[in-house]
């Protein structure tokens, strides 16, 4: 029983995205029925799938009872730095990829050094570290700009008969990089350090290194979300990484994982970036007014994240909160 209690638990958030996902594709159908064809699909699979690679690398960190309020200024500088320097043919895209990986991965380094070695908190290294990240992105491209080859965007936004490429993209990617590191000793080490980092401390394990991994892998999701999104807009944009910040947290929140540390699935967070990414993109097909829009976004993440922050309020943290 107690056992079965656990992975309930443990999936609660994911069965409730489920549920959500399903009843919210349902209600858009009955308003816009194309949505359930091919296109449709694809269509909703495009504009969820950078929210979710986003998402999953807010969860990197939140495990690790961090948090990277850089990851939208990341997504900013590597889909300007792609935008510019991207050309036609296999050579000129291969290596525009290659590094746009790397310089995700640097950011994430940098991150993580300040918060792992210069014991400086998450919300104000990463807070800071995002101007930097913002500031560098304006220097590549000042304004709206750039292009993206054809064969690039096609090859992640199109799909095959109703097998949207983004979703394969999201899959891979997971598959590739995150089963084979939350499989491995590392994730077992990310997961423990969130949970307790005085016993992990004690245990002999790598805190900072830990710590330092995590923020790199969030670095690395953060830059496989800005090309998706320069594919999908075959171009670049100074500015269109703001929104992922809050609505990474707010998805993986969602999800299931928790601020503290220690707690959450994959899963969960995809679905939760789904869920957010649907919800408001059905704003616009019921003709709500884009003044409502952002109110209505705006209550939402503060709902969700509000009902994360309460999660932490448990029994026994309420009880010692009586016993001061």
Same mark, same amino acid.
């Given at each position: 029983m107690n056992k079965s209690r656990r992975v309930l638990d443990k999936h609660a958030g994911s069965l409730s995205c489920a549920l959500g996902l399903v009843v919210i594709i349902g209600l858009y159908a009955l308003r816009q029925p194309l949505i359930l064809s091919p296109f449709g699909i694809a269509s909703l699979a495009n504009v969820s799938v950078a929210l979710a690679l986003?998402?999953?690398?807010?969860?990197?960190?939140?495990?690790?009872?961090?948090?990277?309020?850089?990851?939208?200024?990341?997504?900013?500088?590597?889909?300007?730095? #792609? $935008?510019?320097?991207?050309?036609?043919?296999?050579? %000129?895209?291969?290596?525009?990829?290659? +590094?746009?990986? *790397?310089? =995700?991965?640097?950011?994430?380094?940098?991150?993580?050094?300040?918060?792992?070695?210069?014991?400086?908190?998450?919300?104000?290294?990463?807070?800071?570290?995002?101007?930097?990240?913002?500031? #560098? $992105?304006?220097?590549?491209?000042?304004?709206?700009? %750039?292009?993206?080859?054809?064969?690039? +965007?096609?090859? *992640?936004? =199109?799909?095959?008969?109703?097998?949207?490429?983004?979703?394969?993209?999201?899959?891979?990617v997971v598959a590739l990089v995150w089963l084979p590191v939350f499989t491995s000793r590392l994730g077992r080490y990310i997961v423990a350090v969130g949970d307790d980092a005085s016993s992990a401390r004690l245990s002999g394990l790598p805190l900072q290194r830990v710590e330092l991994a995590s923020y790199m892998l969030a670095g690395f999701f953060a830059a496989v979300a800005a090309l998706f999104l320069a594919a999908e807009t075959t171009s670049g944009d100074p500015s269109i990484g703001g929104i992922y910040t809050l609505n990474s947290l707010a998805a993986a929140v969602l999800g299931g994982v928790a601020l503290t540390g220690g707690r959450g699935t994959v899963l969960g967070p995809i679905l939760g970036s789904f869920v957010l990414s649907i919800i408001l993109n059905a704003l616009g097909v019921f003709n709500v007014s884009a003044f409502w829009q952002d109110f209505i976004e705006g209550l939402v993440l503060m709902v969700v994240l509000g009902l994360g922050g309460l999660r932490v309020l448990r029994a026994d943290s309420w009880l010692a909160l009586l016993r001061q």
């Open positions: 986003a998402a999953v690398g807010q969860t990197a960190v939140l495990l690790v009872a961090g948090l990277d309020l850089s990851i939208g200024a990341e997504i900013t500088l590597v889909n300007c730095f #792609a $935008a510019t320097t991207m050309s036609a043919g296999a050579f %000129g895209i291969a290596w525009v990829v290659a +590094a746009s990986l *790397l310089i =995700g991965l640097a950011m994430g380094f940098l991150n993580g050094v300040v918060v792992a070695y210069g014991r400086v908190e998450p919300l104000i290294a990463t807070f800071c570290t995002s101007f930097i990240f913002a500031g #560098a $992105a304006l220097i590549i491209l000042p304004r709206p700009g %750039g292009s993206i080859p054809d064969g690039f +965007a096609g090859a *992640l936004t =199109g799909s095959w008969g109703p097998l949207p490429f983004s979703l394969v993209l999201l899959a891979g």
